[in-house]
């Protein structure tokens, strides 16, 4: 869980990097800052349980076991990326790994994932949908439909909401009718937690409990993990409507790469000087994932009339 949440740490400061030397098309929304909610779900899941995303989705996709060659090579729009180039930053999908996506369109990974369970208790398997999302689309009209429907036939799906404390620009109090979000699952009608998203063990012990509940038949249960994002809604956004207190409050006392470090040493699992070769691994290991995507093929212009419906 340490080695995975240093992984997405370096890779999206790496993302930032590839975004400022122009060799990336579009925005990434990073996910710094709130390593432990992802990290600390997907350790509770196995290969086949179902997982989907957001447009800020990049620590999911690793998380789920995604390979940082891959995502980085869709990052900047190549052939070798995990969507030939064609999803980018927001649209990254591992099918492999039972990752079906992540999301530009806030709240639209609801129905993707009720109907992964759906599809999942039909063919009589026991895997899990964990859907994550975001306070703002928590708002969502569709949730409520999509919860409902998971409760009458005890879908086995985790709504997992990481209350980042903003919506974009927003603080999520202004635009949410109660104090905390997971008060909603009693209104649902199904199990409802809330837990510190920057403990990620804390997250995976919530987590586990649900994906326990859903295997057995228990039905879906709503989580609210409480995190933050250090950095702006985007690459290119400068964070200016929350104070500088603030974000360095959370940066200071709420980093989970830090906090699981702590306690790995308190509990002699591990050194400091371990903990600081899995960073220097970890380095060298996005650097080459960097050098690989940059390197890469585009996709050919006739490529563009492939992958679709009609």
């Known amino acids: 869980m340490y080695r995975k949440m240093v992984e997405i740490r370096k890779f999206e400061t790496h993302v930032w990097d590839v975004y400022t030397r122009g060799l990336m098309p579009g925005l990434a929304h990073l996910y710094i800052g709130e390593e432990g909610v992802a990290v600390g779900a997907c350790a509770a899941l196995r290969d ?26 869709e990052i900047m729009g190549k052939e070798a990326g995990y969507c030939r180039g064609k999803g980018g930053s927001m649209h990254i999908a591992d099918m492999s790994v039972g990752n079906l ?18 599809s999942a208790k039909q063919r009589k398997t026991d895997q899990v949908a964990v859907c994550f999302f975001g306070d ?44 905390e979000i997971v008060d909603r699952a009693k209104g649902f009608g199904m199990e409802g937690e809330r837990v510190d998203g ?36 985007h690459v290119g956004d400068g964070a200016e409507y929350r104070t500088k207190d603030e974000q360095a409050w959370w ?5 989970p790469i830090q906090l699981l470090g702590i306690e790995m040493i308190k509990a002699k699992i591990a050194t400091e000087a371990q903990l600081q070769e899995i960073q220097s691994q970890v380095e060298d290991e996005v650097v080459a994932a960097v050098e690989y995507a940059r390197e890469a093929p585009y996709p050919a212009p006739e490529q563009a009339f492939e992958d679709v419906y009609s």
Request: with cysteine; glycine share 14%.
């Open 48 to 73: 086949d349980d179902y997982i989907t995303s957001t447009h800020r989705g990049h620590g999911h996709c690793i998380a789920k076991g995604a390979r940082l060659e891959g995502m980085m090579a």
């Open 101 to 118: 996506g992540a999301n530009g369109i806030v709240g639209g990974s609801f129905g993707i994932a009720t109907g992964a369970a759906l």
């Open 136 to 179: 703002g689309a928590a708002n969502q009209g569709i949730l409520l439909e999509t919860a409902n429907m998971a409760v009458i036939w005890d879908l086995p799906v985790i709504y997992l909401c990481e209350n980042n404390q903003y919506g974009e620009h927003t603080p999520f109090e202004s635009v949410t009718g109660v104090e």
């Open 198 to 233: 920057s403990d990620s063990l804390a997250v995976h012990e919530v987590i586990s409990r649900a994906v326990d509940r859903a295997r057995g038949g228990g039905g879906p249960t709503f989580v609210e993990a409480i995190t933050y994002r250090f950095h702006g809604h």
């Open 251 to 255: 940066m200071e006392n709420k980093d």
